[in-house]
């Protein structure tokens, strides 16, 4: 006898597999098949074993072979320029699931680029009540930058966000900086999410510019006369500067129990000073190190130059030295 109790037998008539139970003869077993005990004859049985081999061979060559993460070809893309679609502001909301649907927690803020330009840039957010936020940093072409998270509640309390945009590579032909205010509504605010839940859209964006500026041309007005010559530098203690520093710490040595305001008020007197010197003396040129901050010194001094006859423009863009805390001053006799 080659079967013993035990043993995994397939039935040859039926195709099922059953398992020995008792030997009851030479020629003659029971078999139990899914709980059923039956008598057969051993020539109608034999070991699953080439059935189990037969079937795993017949499934490994059906089977398609793994493929791994790896092995696989990265789609090639080729990304079409779409000159014209601009840079928005797109503000994504984070919804409270536990409550309603449409009860929106905060919002995602992202800076997007369609644009074919890379550009640096400079985010400011100046609220009311709370401590301003800025950004700096370079924006790729055809991509967008996290920026930001904003508590729906304290978007009433944003007066306004701001942005200076440059080129990361200069052309001559184009403009030097892109300063770029943007003040929204209440009313616009919530038309904006009104629009998106009815357009089952996920976010909702602002434009900002579609194209970026070309440089506009300067008027020429000649010289007069008289003061085409050279003038003499003014004469003082301390010598005329082209860059003038305005952190308080390269002003005064020691700014313990100063309040801001008296910190803004030493900057400013330090500025008209050296500003002054530099007209006197008929510079051509000045820079001005602001710091970024929250852009209040920067916007106290742009505010300045904008009521000086000799400024003939000033920039804030973006300086290999002085990033984006910098303005720089064209003066004109």
Known sequence: MKYSVGDKVLLLHSNETGEIVEIMSDDLVMVNVDGIEFPVFTDQIDFPYFKMFSEASKKKQQEPPKVYIDQIKAEKFRQTPAEGKGVQLLFFPVYDTALYEDDILHFKVYLANQNAEEYYFEYNVISRDKDDFSVTNTIQKFSDFYLHNIQMEDLNDIVKFHFLFSLT???????????????????????????????????????LFNKYPERELEPYFPLPEKIKGIRPLVKTSDPVRSVIDLHIEKIIDNKSGLSNFEILQIQLNY???????????????????HGVGSGKLRQEIHERLKTKSEVKSFTNQYHPNFGFGATEIYLQY
Do not use: G
């Open 271 to 289: 500025f008209e000073k050296y500003y002054q010197m530099a007209v006197k003396a008929m510079q051509p040129k000045l820079i001005v190190i």
């Open 169 to 207: 590579s200069p052309d001559p032909s184009k403009a030097p900086a892109l300063e770029l205010p943007l003040k929204i509504k209440p009313r616009t605010l919530f038309q904006k999410i009104d629009e998106m839940h009815l357009e089952n859209r996920p976010s909702f964006s602002f434009d």
